[in-house]
């Protein structure tokens, strides 16, 4: 493993100002990933049994790694992988030495587990805590976490990064609305790290309460844990009159604090470059893609001990941008997950583009879903969407959204507009798409969507 000292990473108890490495010149930051990723492949290789048999059958060897591009000779790692390691498997230290396990919930099969050790823990705080800084939270504020504490990453994850900022925690998790919303009128709280979609249902039990979610307390959001769009960023910044900024993380490479929007800039997620090495590739040939390119986001671990990742397939769908408020690179938004991918007559298509039009449209709320059905080999969507004001059947606004999908995404959905509050509520990820097409279910996911890159680019 890399020596464990992290040069230019804010030692714990210093994080008022930016980490230096945060404004490092690129050679800078090239020259400690190759250094850290050496390490980690020989981490991996030496103490994993599963990294070894994979990277003999592959003829490959960390020694073969002297540059940053030597690493698309290195086998990929997927969901699968982990699920077959089941549970402690993928472990690079002995088991006593993990001080913390989280696992993805395993609605289809194992879940997927991971173990942290205690420098783990403390690099996840730190990148936690710089995330919480870039998205405006500053030593002294109160944050209001209303992401599920648990086998989840989300909670504690936020949680322990905002402690290290010098925050005051309300570990509030999620669910119990009404709690929550009587919380944040009594405690004050200055930001919140919370998914989107439970953010809309806080400010929902807000109006019903009378209170307008304007005046309340909070005045930085750190949202993420699904993806949203720029739509959506302006209905909850007018809602809250707040600052939003999108939180990147997936379990199986840490959890929440990946990447992170910038608060004065929101152009993109800055990658922590230092603790996690991306590459984009084609996600249907694994093709490395040159920078700016979409494809599927993949990534390296730099300084996970108790569970290395190497070249984990995230499935999630973005591009690599060049860096602008930091010196690190940043993906743009992700658009969707590869599996979430709805292929409707040859255009590949994710329900945050939905969400884009929906949210344009006069007396629709962002509450919908997408549901996908098959007949005759043909894919049909039907677009569910609550009005705002209770205005339910096809009206205008139905037709108005069919015409904006129609021209901005290129195919025919149906519209159904329902009274408020007809869907399902989260406390946790929303799920916006049902998919009843035979195939899919037979198969035992939507993976068998996964077929290109979107055929509208955005
Ligand atoms: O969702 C970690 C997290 C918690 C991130 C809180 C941000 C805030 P998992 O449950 O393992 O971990 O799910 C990871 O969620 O691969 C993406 O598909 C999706 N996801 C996470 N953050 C975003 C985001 C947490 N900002 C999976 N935008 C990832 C879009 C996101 N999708």
Known sequence: MTSGALPGSGPAGTPDAEDRIEHASRDEIEALQLDRLRGTLNHAYTR???????????GVH???VRELADLARIPFTSKEDLRSNYPFGMLAVPRREVVRLHASSGTSGRPTVVGYNRADISNWSAVMARSLRAGGVRPGHTVHIACAYGLFTGGLGAHYGAEQLGCTVVPASGGMTERQVQLIEDFRPDAVVVTPSYLLVLADAMKARGTDPAASSLRYGLLGAEPWTESMRTEIESTFGMDATDLYGLSEVMGPGVACECVEAKDGLVLWEDHFLPEIVDPVDGTPLPDGQFGELVLTTLTRQAMPVVRYRTRDLTRLLPGTSRSMRRIEKIAGRSDDMI????????PSQFEEQIL????????????VNRTDRLDEVVLRVEAVDGAAGAGEPAGELRRRVKESIGISVEVEILPPGSLGRSSGKAARVVDRRPAVAASGGASAL???RPTAER
């Open 48 to 58: 994993v049994p599963h990294y070894r048999s994979v990277f003999d059958a592959a």
């Open 62 to 64: 960390p020694s073969m």
């Open 343 to 350: 292929t409707v007559r040859g255009v590949n298509t994710f």
């Open 360 to 371: 344009r449209v006069r007396g629709l709320a962002p509450h919908y879903q997408c549901e």
């Open 450 to 452: 996964v077929a290109g």
